[in-house]
Each structure stands twice: as structure tokens, then as C-alpha cells.
């Protein structure tokens, strides 16, 4: 069974950080575009960052600077590392994964949730001091 598994939320102080990680069973991460989304109270889904191949990356302008996507293909996770954090980052943070028909060196992933077709649990993140 093919799952994605998101652990490292919490409640943490405006000016903190926070690392997320998506760990996938069932499949390896390796070939896979990697999206991280979240949802706020009474909001529409929002699309945070992605990463596709080593270091392809791209990024939400709300959290451009201060958040980073990354990957640990050994371990099949990838993280999301968030400074700076702000009561506006409050939300469930999800990761989610998609596997193009054709990957290359030039391939660029997307912060669109049609995009994606496997779903973590997601985890709670909670600014608030």
C-alpha cells in the first residue's frame, strides 16, 4: 500500500521554526514530484512548495526566503524546512506525490493540487505565541 506519512507539526512561537518530513512507504520517492500544500481554517488549499529530481524546486511568494524543500533519497523523505514562521502559516501542512510518465533533468514540478495524485494525513502547524 502506497502511503505518505507527515510528522514534525506543533505549536511554535511567531519568529520559529519548524521541520516537516513526508515519509513514503510502499513506494520510493525517487521518480516522484513532491508537493507540499496546506489548508486553513474557512480557506481554500494552498499550494507551499514543491520538488522534483534533486533540486528542482519552487515556492509559494508567501513563504519565498523563508521556507525550504529538500530531499533525502536514502531515508525516502522529504522535508520542509520553515523559518520565520508567522501566525499566517497556521494551517494542516499535507505532502503529496506525483509520478510524471517522462522525467527528466528539465522537468519542473507544480503547486497545483490537481496535480497530484497520492495524499498524506497531513499535520497540524500552529503559530501563536
Known amino acids: 500500500q502506497l502511503q505518505l506519512v507527515e510528522s514534525g507539526g506543533g505549536l511554535v512561537q511567531p519568529e520559529g521554526s519548524l521541520r516537516l518530513s513526508c515519509a513514503a512507504s510502499g513506494f520510493t520517492l525517487d521518480y516522484y514530484a513532491i508537493g507540499w500544500f496546506r489548508q486553513a481554517p474557512g480557506k481554500e488549499r494552498e499550494g507551499v512548495s514543491c520538488?522534483?529530481?534533486?533540486?528542482?524546486?519552487d515556492y509559494a511568494d508567501s513563504v519565498k526566503g523563508r521556507f525550504t524543500v529538500s530531499r533525502d533519497y536514502a531515508k525516502n523523505t522529504v522535508y520542509l524546512q520553515m523559518n520565520s514562521l508567522k501566525p499566517e502559516d497556521t494551517a494542516v501542512y499535507y505532502c503529496?506525490?506525483?509520478?510524471?510518465?517522462?522525467?527528466?533533468?528539465?522537468?519542473?514540478?507544480?503547486?497545483?493540487?490537481?496535480?497530484?495524485?497520492?495524499w498524506g494525513q497531513g499535520t497540524q502547524v500552529t503559530v501563536s505565541s
Open positions: 503529496t506525490a506525483f509520478r510524471p510518465k517522462i522525467l527528466t533533468y528539465s522537468s519542473r514540478c507544480r503547486l497545483d493540487g490537481m496535480y497530484y495524485n497520492y
Open positions: 520538488i522534483i529530481n534533486r533540486d528542482s524546486t
